[in-house]
């Protein structure tokens, strides 16, 4: 079998069961599929290895962190220039946070930035609110932390996919 192929059938049924999880039986919970599909990205995008699995996670949860502490200070606020000062100052906080360097992937900040602010603003939810489903920083985490999973796991399951259904061809190597 193809590496495309064993990835769509992994990533799918993975994907299948992640949303079942999510609208039924951990609705309560007020975890969001596409965050979770959004940190499985990072992971890929990061390298797809398990030494990127470390990066992605890091740079997600900064993104989320500046993302929680913008919905604070935007709560302050209904000036649009001030949302705008807001937003911008905080995007370059979080890629100066690249400077440090288990921050140096700056798409999985901002995809953990974005994700947040955009939770919060469409919810109305609170920067101060932690709970579940409603704190946009509680709710991000887990589903990037269960997304960075998600993504690991998938590396490690299609080679061997692919390994066993693939005759006479070597399986490709994880790291």
């Not at 994907?15 to 969001?32: D, E, N």
């Not at 911008?88 to 140096?104: E, K, N, R």
């Not at 932390?145 to 690991?152: D, F, I, K, R, S």
């Given at each position: 079998?193809?590496?495309?192929?064993?990835?769509?059938?992994?990533?799918?049924?993975?994907?299948?069961?992640?949303?079942?999880?999510?609208?039924?039986?951990?609705?309560?919970?007020?975890?969001?599929?596409?965050?979770?599909?959004?940190?499985?990205?990072?992971?890929?995008?990061?390298?797809?290895?398990?030494?990127?699995?470390?990066?992605?996670?890091?740079?997600?949860?900064?993104?989320?962190?500046?993302?929680?502490?913008?919905?604070?200070?935007?709560?302050?606020?209904?000036?649009?220039?001030?949302?705008?000062?807001?937003?911008?100052?905080?995007?370059?906080?979080?890629?100066?946070?690249?400077?440090?360097?288990?921050?140096?992937?700056?798409?999985?900040?901002?995809?953990?930035?974005?994700?947040?602010?955009?939770?919060?603003?469409l919810t109305g939810a609170s920067g101060t609110d932690f709970s579940l489903p409603t704190?946009?920083?509680?709710?991000?985490?887990?589903?990037?932390?269960?997304?960075?999973?998600?993504?690991?796991?998938?590396?490690?399951?299609?080679?061997?996919?692919?390994?066993?259904?693939?005759?006479?061809?070597?399986?490709p190597a994880t790291a």
């Open positions: 079998m193809k590496v495309p192929v064993a990835s769509a059938l992994v990533v799918g049924l993975v994907g299948v069961v992640i949303t079942y999880l999510y609208v039924g039986p951990f609705a309560s919970l007020g975890l969001l599929v596409p965050a979770t599909f959004l940190g499985a990205a990072s992971y890929f995008a990061a390298g797809g290895t398990t030494a990127t699995l470390a990066s992605s996670t890091a740079t997600n949860v900064w993104g989320i962190v500046c993302g929680t502490v913008a919905l604070v200070m935007l709560s302050h606020t209904t000036s649009d220039i001030v949302v705008a000062l807001i937003v911008g100052g905080m995007t370059a906080v979080f890629i100066l946070g690249s400077l440090v360097d288990a921050l140096g992937f700056v798409p999985g900040s901002v995809i953990g930035f974005a994700t947040t602010v955009l939770f919060g603003l704190g946009p920083f509680t709710v991000m985490l887990i589903s990037f932390l269960v997304g960075n999973a998600y993504g690991w796991a998938g590396s490690q399951v299609v080679p061997r996919v692919v390994a066993a259904t693939t005759t006479g061809e070597p399986a």
